[in-house]
C-alpha cells in the first residue's frame, strides 16, 4: 500500500507542474532630478546620493535583472545597484506597463525596476499589488515597494523607505 501511494505521488508531481520559484521585484521612482527645463535632466547631487543609498537598501536582495525606463534620471538611479551586482541595465517602454506587468509576474529574478511617478504605483496595481496613493511629483523619492510573486501571482506587497538623503538639499530641486 505504501509502495502504491510513493507511485502516486510520484507521478502527480510529473503530471502537475509546480509553481513557478518566488522572485522579489523592487520597484522604485527615480532620484531627485535636476530642474534645468530640459525633458530629459540627469539627478542632482541628492539624487545621485539617494541611487547609491538604493543599492545599499539592495544590498543582500539578489538583484539578478535591472529594468529602466529611457531617461537620464531612471538611468542614473539604477546605475549604483547594476554597478554593485553586475548586470546590465534593460530599457521597459513605461507607456506598455500591461505588458511589462505580465513579463514582471513571469520572472524568476530578482528585479530592480526603476520608473516614475505616475508609472511606478500604476504597475505595482498592474501586477496584482498594493501601489496605495500617487507618489507626489514635487517631493516624494523615497517610496520603494517590494512585490513578491509566485506561480505567476502576487503574494505580497512590502513598502520600504530609503532614508533620507545626508546630502544637503540642492537649490535647483
Known sequence: MISRLICITLTLAAVIPLPLWAAD???????????????????????????????????SANIERILSSDFVRTRETAAPTAHMVGVEIDIYDPKQLDALAKQLLMLRDNTLVVGHSNTTPDLVDLMGGEGGP?????????????????????????????????VPPDSSE
Not at 525633458?39 to 546620493?49: C, E, M, R, V
Open 25 to 59: 521585484i523592487y520597484l522604485v521612482r527615480h532620484a531627485e532630478k535636476e530642474t534645468d527645463g530640459s525633458k530629459d535632466p540627469a539627478l542632482t547631487a541628492t539624487g545621485s546620493k539617494r541611487a547609491t543609498d538604493l543599492a545599499v537598501l539592495l544590498k
Open 134 to 166: 500617487p507618489i507626489v511629483e514635487e517631493w516624494e523619492y523615497d517610496r520603494v515597494y517590494m512585490v513578491q510573486t509566485e506561480a505567476g501571482r502576487v503574494t505580497r506587497t512590502i513598502l520600504l523607505h530609503l532614508p533620507p538623503s545626508k
